[in-house]
């Protein structure tokens, strides 16, 4: 639907946008459903490093529930329903010494 191609140096679940314009998407399945099945989506969404930050405030904003993973640099937020999105970075450009 999307005229996305598979990337090539990745798993077959990564999509990227052949013209280089919008987001590429990652589809990660579930080891098990939900008990009360809720949650059936979770998306992950690469950002540059400097606009993690402010995706996060604008899903908080529009009511996102949210944790961070202080360790592997990505936040994942939810909704009521349970469907959840990570928030994941690039590395920070080294800072001149």
Avoid at 1 to 10: A, F, I, K, Q, T
Avoid at 50 to 69: C, D, K, Q, T, Y
Wanted: proline share 7%; aromatic share 8%.
């Amino acid at each position: 639907m999307l005229g996305y191609d598979r990337r090539p140096d990745s798993p077959d679940e990564d999509l990227i946008d052949p013209h280089g314009r919008l987001a590429p998407f990652w589809f990660e399945e579930m080891d098990e459903l939900r008990s009360n099945g809720s949650g059936t989506i979770h998306l992950v969404v690469w950002v540059p490093w400097h606009e993690g930050e402010s995706r996060v405030a604008a899903g908080v904003a529009a009511g996102g529930l949210i944790r961070h993973n202080l360790e592997e640099k990505f936040w994942t937020l939810a909704d009521p329903a349970g469907n959840e999105v990570d928030v994941a970075t690039t590395s920070a450009p080294d800072q001149a010494d």
